[in-house]
């Protein structure tokens, strides 16, 4: 007996090794090591981002190039690299019973396509999406595009909008002139004046005058300091604020990390007295690094009166305290005085587009941009970092402008509006990896304060013809100067929960404190016959608005290949009135002073390519609801004057399909020649939208204003060796710029039918040693069309495009 109970303790012992030793061998756990190493001379390079499996975890070189995961288990891992100076890499490594050793050799960006091969998805098409997790940002789930200018055939001197954004499906563009002065994109009914439906960034802070109360974006940055534009739709209102657009944010090239000094110089020349003047130097020495750049641009424009000039000049300097933290301050400073033709009427239009009976008007802007940011990385699985940054500026209209469009100027005294901004904020953010029940998770909190300040004040200007920014010296000159003094504190966390390796759950939330006040007078201006001042009435008025609510959402991403992504998104969306819903002073418009706040959410669901470098292809639903939509419509008033009421039209819904796929049909024919390639590209946008709800009379059941039915942009562009060229066709159908669907515009011609349009764009570009020479021919069938009618400055009335133009740029690159 007792010799049956010690075999059975042994058969438990060795049961119990045998499980022991074969769990050890089926959940061991292994590490993948690696170095990243220039591919040109073999050198380590630091700082490199390696995204382990689309982002679920990541680590950063040291000073040696090294880089290590830990804790992995058996099987296929896929390595992708993110390093300013060099192209971006995706390898496939197998972890067996052992810990896997590599090595991984980066291509510098500086070289040119004779030295390299190109493999990388970026390099072949300039478009990509953001990553799960990146840049200290999460986006799984989320409908996402990037934009690589570097990879653009395309007029980047002149910031041609309609290139630039041409792979970023249903984006309505609005070109107020043809310098790319300012950026005027929407999409999915949003107004793009100005950008303002979008939140606006430059290195993640803000760039408008006000983040909330004057969300419009009179600086643009210069296409050609651009390493990336990230755009994320609507979805972005959880980590970025609450625009119904979402995300826009211009990435600033970095400085390169293998040389102390580098000298980029362009110089552009074009139609129309057109010159541009570029130059950047960029380098690291030691733990600082920096780049900084200088634009000077000039031109006469297409129509007479639209002489301008520009100055921009930007500087980024960044001190690596450690392997872990990193220091840096941003400055940007712009100005333009530019001379404004004045808007037409549908008569004038038809009759010669490139007419103007306007040469008193004129706008000055003036942004200066300091910011400070602290990046610290406690170790693979923590970083935080800090932004603090302020805004210093002021904007300047002057002109005649009458409602009355088609009126001679009878050389009086010009109407002038005098805007200045002081605006501070700083943003903080903290992301984290860990596991939750064996599974890799990302949480990222956040939190913001910003402080907002604008000074408006409006009143009569000089009768001369020059750009004097002064008001005459009558003590009845000031007709409106109001203070908006604005507040906002906000806070958000969003979660990643990975469900095995192919579904991920991301939930958000964001609280938001608003306040906003309007503090000053307005007033009426009475003239005797003879035109002269009598007196001034005045009105004093005094309303603030402060609330607080919290905002929700949720993504899903379901990957059931490598190379599918399965999405889709659902977000709460908000935009608080703005200063110029709170007051106008114009003698055509009157506001509703029960306006309230947009509320709304917008859902996305679509499917798209990853990890691809032949082919890449986005297509997506989506669905907007639009609540209390601020808009303008036409009325009668008791003197059967036409004027504009700006005020909660109602509830607007715009639902559509947004597509897009390219693919290099050349290299997928011949992949053996990396020589020769050839992309064709389709971005196609199908969108129905309506007025579900109004209590206007007339407006339920209309079309909602700056939504084409469809959206098209398509185009080629082939290459051999160092030669590139472009094709580009543009069409988009017919919209309207009001809810009451109005076709003529009137003696004003603000409000009525934008026409459909189709514009065909080529460009070249030929890259030889230190050299590259590009040119372009936008319009090049001089087709004659318009994007917008402007409600007031730089109009009122039509303002038409630009006809047919030509651009040559040569660059150097020491």
């Known amino acids: 007996m007792s010799g049956l109970r010690t075999r059975q303790h042994r058969l438990k012992i060795s049961g119990l090794f045998l499980f022991s030793f074969f769990s050890t061998t089926t959940f061991a756990q292994y590490q993948l090591l690696g170095t990243v190493q220039a591919r040109h001379d073999g050198t380590a390079i630091q700082g490199v981002t390696i995204y382990l499996n689309n982002g679920k975890r990541q680590a ?22 993110s390093a300013p100076d060099f192209k971006a890499t995706k390898q496939t490594f197998t972890l067996a019973e052992h810990d896997l050793s590599v090595r991984i050799q980066l291509t510098s960006r500086q070289e040119t396509l004779a030295e390299v091969t190109v493999t990388d998805k970026q390099s072949d098409f300039g478009f990509t999406r953001m990553r799960g997790v990146e840049s200290m940002g999460i986006y799984e789930g989320k409908k996402s595009e990037v934009i690589i200018p570097d990879q653009l055939v ?32 929407g999409g999915r009914g949003l107004d793009p004046n100005r950008s303002s439906n979008f939140n606006v960034r430059q290195n993640g802070y803000d760039i408008s005058a006000d983040a909330l109360g004057y969300p419009e974006s009179y600086y643009t940055p210069p296409t050609e300091a651009v390493g990336r534009i990230q755009i994320v739709r609507g979805a972005a209102s959880l980590q970025y604020g609450t625009q119904f657009g979402g995300l826009l944010n211009f990435v600033m090239k970095k400085p390169v990390a293998d040389r102390k000094f580098e000298l980029t ?56 305290v450690s392997e872990k933290t990193t220091l840096g301050v941003d400055i940007t400073q ?38 400070l940011h602290f990046d610290h990385k406690f170790n693979t699985n923590n970083e935080f970092n800090l932004r603090v940054f302020g805004l210093y500026a002021y904007r300047y209209s002057l002109g005649f402008r009458p409602n009355r469009v088609a009126s001679i100027d009878d050389n009086s005294e010009r109407d002038l509006i005098k805007g200045d901004f002081q605006n501070w904020g700083t943003e903080a953010r903290y992301l984290k990896r860990y596991t939750l029940s064996k599974q890799q998770a990302v949480l990222l909190v956040g939190g913001r304060y910003y402080h907002g300040f604008n000074h408006s004040v409006q009143g009569l200007g000089s009768t001369d ?16 100067d109001y203070r908006f003094p604005n507040r ?58 402060g609330r607080q609510f919290v905002l929700g959402g949720i993504g899903i991403s379901y990957k059931p290949v490598p190379q599918l992504d399965i999405y889709g998104n659902l977000s ?59 808009g303008e419509v036409q009325f009668y008033d008791a003197n059967d004057r036409v004027l504009r009421r700006r005020g909660n039209i109602g509830q607007a819904v715009i639902m559509g399909i947004e597509s897009y796929a390219e693919g290099d049909f050349l290299r997928l024919a011949n992949p053996a020649n990396p020589n020769v390639s050839g992309v064709i590209f389709a971005n196609v946008a199908l969108i129905h939208s309506t007025y579900k709800a109004s209590e206007i009379s007339g407006v339920v059941g209309n079309q909602v204003e700056f939504v084409p039915n469809l959206n098209l942009k398509s185009g080629i562009r082939l290459g051999y060796k160092n030669l590139k060229g472009s094709f580009q066709y543009t069409h988009l159908s017919n919209q309207f710029s009001d809810a009451t669907n109005a076709t003529e515009g009137g003696v004003s011609a603000v409000l009525g039918l934008i026409p459909a349009y189709t514009i065909l764009d080529a460009s070249l570009s030929y890259q030889f040693t230190r050299f590259r020479l590009e040119g372009s021919l936008n319009n090049l069938a001089n087709a004659t069309y318009f994007t917008r009618r402007a409600t007031g400055y730089p109009g009122p009335g039509i303002l038409p495009s630009d006809g047919r133009s030509v651009y040559v740029t040569i660059q150097i690159k020491l």
Do not use: C
């Open 465 to 480: 013809k020059d750009a004097d920014f002064n008001f005459i010296s009558d003590a009845n000159a000031i007709s409106y």
């Open 265 to 320: 110089a362009r110089q552009t020349i074009g139609s129309f007295g057109f010159y541009n003047a570029f130059t950047s130097a960029s380098g690291t020495v030691g733990k600082l690094s920096y780049y900084t750049f200088f634009q000077y641009k000039k031109g006469d424009s297409w129509r007479p009166n639209s002489h301008f000039t520009n100055y921009t000049a930007f500087a980024d300097i960044d001190y690596h």
């Open 488 to 545: 906002n504190v906000s806070a958000f966390a969003e979660n990643i929960f990975y469900i095995g390796e192919k579904v991920s759950i991301t939930p958000g939330i964001r609280f938001e404190y608003i306040k906003t006040t309007a503090d000053g007078f307005y007033g009426t201006i009475t003239r005797d016959l003879a035109g002269n001042i009598i007196n001034s009435v005045s009105t004093t008025e005094y309303r603030t608005n």
């Open 60 to 81: 950063l070189t040291d000073s040696l190039g090294r880089f290590v995961f830990a804790n992995l288990s058996k099987g296929q891992y896929v390595l992708h690299t």
């Open 334 to 371: 712009m100005s333009y005085l530019a001379q404004q033709p004045g808007g037409l009427t549908d008569d004038m239009f038809r009759e010669n587009p490139r007419q103007s009976n306007r040469e008193r008007n004129w706008f000055k802007v003036n942004w200066t941009m300091p910011a």
């Open 154 to 185: 395309a007029n980047l001197s002149t910031n041609n909008a309609r290139q630039i954004y041409a792979r970023v499906a249903g984006l309505n563009i609005w070109e107020n002139e043809g310098a790319g002065l300012q950026l005027s994109i």
């Open 572 to 630: 709460q969306n908000y935009r608080s009135i703005t200063f110029t819903d709170m007051r106008i002073a114009n003698p055509s418009s009157v506001i509703d002073p029960n306006m309230q706040d947009e509320k709304g959410y917008s859902l996305d669901l679509g499917i798209r390519s990853t990890q691809t470098t032949l082919y890449n292809f986005d297509i997506s639903a989506f669905y907007l609801n639009y609540n209390n939509r601020i």
